[in-house]
């Protein structure tokens, strides 16, 4: 499966965005799909993750309440909707799939990396 991540670009603190990321392949539907983030000089971090089954298994603490995840398998697409966006939410937003059962948060546990997309909050 290969995925491509878009939508991202430059939001005032408060505002909001979704990022989509997109599949392809028709296996789309089998696999967990992550989100994960890395700010410059940082390290990639776990933002949530989305069960094959649609459901959400959980999301950084920092973005609870803020962030939602979607997906939509007919579009083979996974949504990341941003809402009361900060400047530490500023990275380069990455989504991968994952066949590990349970929640983890792991980025070892997850492949097929696609291209990220800048996301840049300003204050």
């Known amino acids: 499966v290969q995925l491509q991540a878009s939508g991202g670009g430059l939001v005032q603190a408060g505002g909001s965005l979704r990022l989509s990321c997109v599949a392809s392949?028709?296996?789309?539907?089998?696999?967990?799909v992550g989100w994960f983030r890395q700010a410059p000089g940082q390290e990639r971090e776990f933002v949530g993750r989305?069960?094959?089954?649609?459901?959400?298994?959980g999301y950084r603490d920092s973005v609870t309440g803020r962030f939602t995840i979607s997906r939509d398998n007919a579009k083979n697409t996974v949504y990341l909707q941003m809402n009361s966006l900060k400047p530490e939410d500023t990275a380069v937003y990455y989504c991968?799939?994952?066949?590990?059962?349970?929640?983890?948060?792991?980025?070892?546990?997850?492949?097929?990396w696609g291209q990220g997309t800048q996301v840049t909050v300003s204050s």
């Open positions: 991968a799939v994952s066949t590990v059962a349970g929640h983890t948060s792991r980025s070892a546990d997850f492949h097929s």
């Open positions: 392949g028709r296996t789309f539907r089998s696999y967990h």
């Open positions: 989305i069960n094959r089954s649609g459901a959400v298994s």
